[in-house]
């Protein structure tokens, strides 16, 4: 009981520390977007989650196990830090001019998931994982439209984070999300957890499709303006 307390604490800690930063963020550019300060914050949350997520691990040689077993104190406080960022980016996306409703249910259908898994002190290795790979491309996906905003757009650095971006989401979310939604579905998980997997890789491969389509618009883009130098978008 004592466990859970401290828990809810770390996550009401983490929402003031991610709203704080925030605001500092939004001091320091005050004359830039509130988007731009937002992933700004994403981009530290993204860094953040993947290296917490890599110390949680206590087997490299499996990085997944133990499977369908109870979360270590370990993987709980990582997981308590992404649902408290999750809670104030929600927030923020009710402030910014920019909503959208499926990036609401996103939110909420995370928080939920990861809350369960705290709530039942279950899958604390799936879950983690899971995070590991939805996060790793977390920064580079930010950088993108960070890069945008400073002014450069369509330069060879923009076509290079969006190339990046690219690469580490398809292996991320095509070969390490498959691995890791198999072993979740041939594991003992509850049946929230296994759902939950196999939504992430729908998802995945969603966003894989649209990512190749973009992917493919730039380089055909950057050939052109190669090719005539004299003519600009």
Known sequence: MGEEYDIVNLIVLGVISWTTVFLLVRKIFSDRSFELCNRIVSTIHGILAVILASLS???WSCPVCPLASASTPKQRQ???VTVAYLIYDLICCLFDVKFTLDNTVHHLVSI????AGLAFQLCGSEQVAALFITEIS??????RELLKEFGYRDTDLNLA?????AVIFSVARMVGGP????????????LLIKAMAVGLQLVSVFWFYKI???VKYKLTKRRKQVGMPGKLD
């Open 138 to 143: 977390s920064p580079f996906l930010h950088a």
């Open 57 to 59: 691990v206590e087997d």
């Open 161 to 165: 984070a969006d190339v990046l971006f």
């Open 78 to 80: 990582v997981l308590a």
């Open 179 to 190: 691995y890791l939604t198999f072993v979740t579905l041939t594991a003992n998980n509850p």
């Open 112 to 115: 939920v998931g990861l809350a």
């Open 212 to 214: 190749v389509k973009m």
